[in-house]
Structures are given as structure tokens and as C-alpha cells.
């Protein structure tokens, strides 16, 4: 099955600097590639996404970079600000695929 | 609309003792889906269904049963809790496979002593 490695484990950056979290995957097959994130005692929520046929995708202050080659793929926050604070997962399944495999998550704080 | 719920949100238990846990969805979704969510361990599956009346393993079904007999609906049972059963418990629902998201209910905490 799929393997979702994700890195770092936590991140301290200080206000209005950028933050990178990246992951690798390993089922060559998985082509939709997800970002939750979850803030302390909430449920996880979609932030953004991006599929197989796209190398980059933005939104606001938030972008996702996909290199299928070779197996990766990075969340970007720019201008941090002290409500991004959570944990973020990123997370590979197959489009028409059941289930997605998530990482281990990265636990952003933003200094202010 | 609610989204999807959970019930209950907190539970305690005795080692042995048995539970079941709701999740309830009115986005008319086909599937739905149990993870269990430990420290450094982000979102593990335990069980998930692609329709009424099917269900199907995921990552770490030992221990847990589950039940679609209605759309709307997905149970987690327990049959005999262990302590490594601790754990925060998360449902969630997706619409169409081809897009993928899922929608998460708010948790259940749950503590086997």
C-alpha cells in the first residue's frame, strides 16, 4: 500500500516569514494529493489539493508544488501569520481510489 | 446541514468493556470512513465503506467492527477495549471518488483504563 513520509515533525517560524513542509510517496499509482489542516481540538479540513497533471497549484497565501518524478510534493505558507498555528497532514490517493494515506503531520507555531 | 457528527464526544472505559461510536453524514455521501488519530502518528484508517451495506479494512482494523446499514450512518464498535485502543477517534465522509475530499466529524476521545 501506500507510504506517506512527511518532514519536519514541527516548525517554528517566526511572524510574516515563509514556512515549506514536504512529504514523498511511494505508490507511483497515487495521483490526488491533499493538505488538511487541523487546529488544537478541531477536526481536520481540506486547505488545499492538487492532482497528477498539475506541477503547482495556488491559493492566496498557500501553494502546493508536485514533482511526480520524483515522488514528492510540498505545502508553501507565505507571510505566516499567528492563524496558521496548527498541525498540518498531507495525504496521496488514487483518483476513483477509495482512501487516502496520510503523513504523520507537522506542527507549525508562529512566533509572533 | 450538521455535516458529519459524532457521538459521543468523550467516553471512558474500562479495559474489556464494550462501546460503539455513531457517525451520522446528510451529504448523502457513499463514503464514509474511521481513523484513529495518535501523537506523531497523524491519521491512521481503521475501517471504511464505499456504500450501504459494504464495508472493508483499512491500516489497523484489529479490535474494531463496523456497520453501514444505512446511508447516513457508519458505526465503530469495540467489541472488548484495550488500553492501546486510547485514542481520538475521527469519521469522515467523501461524495465522488474521483474528487476525494473527505469531511471530518468533530472527534470522540476515547480512554480505556
Known amino acids: 500500500g501506500e507510504n506517506v513520509e512527511q518532514h519536519p515533525s514541527t516548525l517554528s517560524v517566526q511572524e510574516g516569514d515563509s514556512a515549506v513542509i514536504k512529504c514523498t510517496y511511494s505508490?507511483?499509482?497515487?495521483?490526488?494529493f491533499p493538505w488538511y489542516k487541523q487546529e488544537l481540538g478541531k477536526r481536520p479540513q481540506l486547505i488545499i489539493d492538487i492532482r497528477s497533471n498539475v506541477g503547482e497549484k495556488k491559493d492566496q497565501r498557500i501553494a502546493v508544488t508536485l514533482n511526480k518524478t520524483a515522488k514528492h510534493f510540498s505545502l508553501h505558507i507565505t507571510e505566516t501569520q499567528p492563524e496558521d498555528s496548527a498541525v498540518y497532514f498531507c495525504?496521496?490517493?488514487?483518483?476513483?481510489?477509495?482512501?487516502?494515506?496520510f503523513g504523520a503531520g507537522t506542527t507549525v507555531t508562529v512566533r509572533a | 446541514n450538521a455535516g458529519v457528527t459524532q457521538t459521543p464526544k468523550f467516553r471512558v472505559l474500562k479495559t474489556g468493556q464494550s462501546m460503539t461510536l455513531l457517525c451520522a453524514q446528510d451529504?448523502?455521501?457513499?463514503?464514509m470512513y474511521w481513523y484513529r488519530q495518535d501523537p506523531g502518528m497523524g491519521l491512521r484508517l481503521i475501517h471504511y465503506?464505499?456504500?450501504?451495506?459494504?464495508?472493508a479494512k483499512g491500516e489497523v482494523p484489529d479490535g474494531y467492527n463496523v456497520s453501514r446499514l444505512k446511508k447516513q450512518n457508519f458505526l465503530l464498535g469495540l467489541e472488548s477495549a484495550a488500553p492501546s485502543q486510547t485514542s481520538v477517534y475521527f469519521c469522515a465522509s467523501s461524495g465522488t471518488p474521483a474528487y476525494n475530499e473527505q469531511f471530518f466529524g468533530p472527534g470522540t476521545r476515547l480512554t480505556v483504563l
Open positions: 451529504m448523502n455521501h457513499e463514503y
Open positions: 495525504a496521496a490517493g488514487g483518483l476513483g481510489d477509495y482512501k487516502l494515506s
Open positions: 465503506s464505499v456504500g450501504e451495506g459494504t464495508t
Open positions: 505508490d507511483s499509482a497515487s495521483n490526488y
